[in-house]
T-cell receptor, first 113, second 111 residues
Framework: EAGVAQSPRYKIIEKRQSVAFWCNPI?????LYWYQQILGQGPKLLIQ????????DSQLPKDRFSAERLKGVDSTLKIQPAKLEDSAVYLC???????????FGSGTRLTVV | QKEVEQNSGPLSVPEGAIASLNCTYS??????FFWYRQYSGKSPELIMF????GDKEDGRFTAQLNKASQYVSLLIRDSQPSDSATYLC???????????FGKGTKLSVIP
């Protein structure tokens, strides 16, 4: 079974620029999550999708972050404009119905300078 | 606001010893508890989970729950240098498919 795919692996941008991250979950996994992990902290949930609908985006800074999951498969997370404090690893995870723990992708490390 | 507290460490143990990692959580409705291991520069990987009805042993790993104290622990027996990583505790709330993560405890196993 292929894992959760994310791209790019690394991204360096200047503050106020925009950036997008892509995630392809494990085939058949209906639930998809985006987490933000700042260095030295645990992952923090940004948004949860069930198929192509949003289940929870209460912790997503909607003034600058947006996410979509078209056709219930791939997902894109966008930041516009980026701030220095957005420097973090952005992790995508997916979960199949009836299973338990998430499977994480390898993450995208964002550095905002 | 659901909170998960872990001692950030580092926790240093000699090779072959038992490492004990602890976690407290605020959400009394939590139904299951997950432990993830995260090597430096890598993404978290699930190592085990337990339900609210009991402890669990899997190889060298044992997860224990004290519901009254809202406390979860992970014991690693015969610790190996390859166990050196950050261990993240993540409870899952009732009726939820979301995990809330602690900051993690960094474990260092000294050869």
């Amino acid at each position: 079974e292929a894992g959760v795919a994310q791209s790019p692996r690394y991204k360096i941008i200047e503050k106020r620029q925009s950036v997008a991250f892509w995630c392809n979950p494990i085939s058949g996994h209906a639930t998809l999550y985006w987490y933000q992990q700042i260095l030295g902290q645990g992952p923090k949930l940004l948004i949860q999708f069930q198929n192509n609908g949003v289940v929870d985006d209460s912790q997503l800074p909607k003034d600058r972050f947006s996410a979509e999951r078209l056709k219930g498969v791939d997902s894109t997370l966008k930041i516009q404009p980026a701030k220095l404090e957005d420097s973090a690893v952005y992790l995508c995870a997916s979960l199949s119905e009836g299973s338990y723990g998430y499977t994480f992708g390898s993450g995208t490390r964002l550095t905002v300078v | 606001q659901k909170e998960v507290e872990q001692n950030s460490g580092p926790l240093s143990v000699p090779e072959g010893a038992i490492a004990s990692l602890n976690c407290t959580y605020s959400d009394r409705g939590s139904q299951s508890f997950f432990w993830y291991r995260q090597y430096s520069g890598k993404s978290p990987e699930l190592i085990m989970f337990i339900y609210s009805n009991g402890d669990k042993e899997d190889g060298r790993f044992t997860a224990q729950l004290n519901k009254a104290s809202q406390y979860v622990s992970l014991l690693i027996r015969d610790s190996q240098p390859s166990d050196s990583a950050t261990y993240l505790c993540a409870p899952r709330g009732a009726g939820s498919y979301q995990l809330t993560f602690g900051k993690g405890t960094k474990l260092s196993v000294i050869p």
